[in-house]
């Protein structure tokens, strides 16, 4: 769950398309209770206040998930600015849906599904020859180990 809410690293299609349909349902979640606020006559303004309470979250999950999508097949998340332009915007989301991520590790970490230690090898720029690879040990701390 926790995934959904950064925009760091790499998710694969999988947790691209839950985090589609989890945003989906806050989206009917929000638009019901702003129904419901409009249509009621009273206290209405907390139902209104939390249906657009969800619809913001979904917000950030949706574009959380797609920047991370983006990283996994080594793009820079500022390209899910696209989404903004009609016709961009559906063939970002099929490559997302549909393209498979960058084999090995990227730019933007190690692929998705490693557990929590990964190596992430990448040429050593510093040197300027590609030859050489600089190793990392990239650490993913998890709840406390």
Known sequence: MSRFF??????GRATWWLGLFFSAGLVGLGLAALFLAANQSGENLLIAIFGVLLI??????GAATTVCRLHDMDYSGFVALLCLVPVAGTVIM??????????GSNGYGPPP?????????????NRGSADQLHLLVHHRLVSGV
């Open 56 to 61: 913001l979250a979904q917000c950030w999950i």
């Open 113 to 125: 599904g490693l557990g929590g230690y990964a190596i992430w090898l990448r040429p050593d720029r």
């Open 6 to 11: 950064s925009f760091h690293g790499r998710i």
């Open 94 to 103: 099929i490559l997302c849906a549909f393209k498979s991520g960058s084999p």
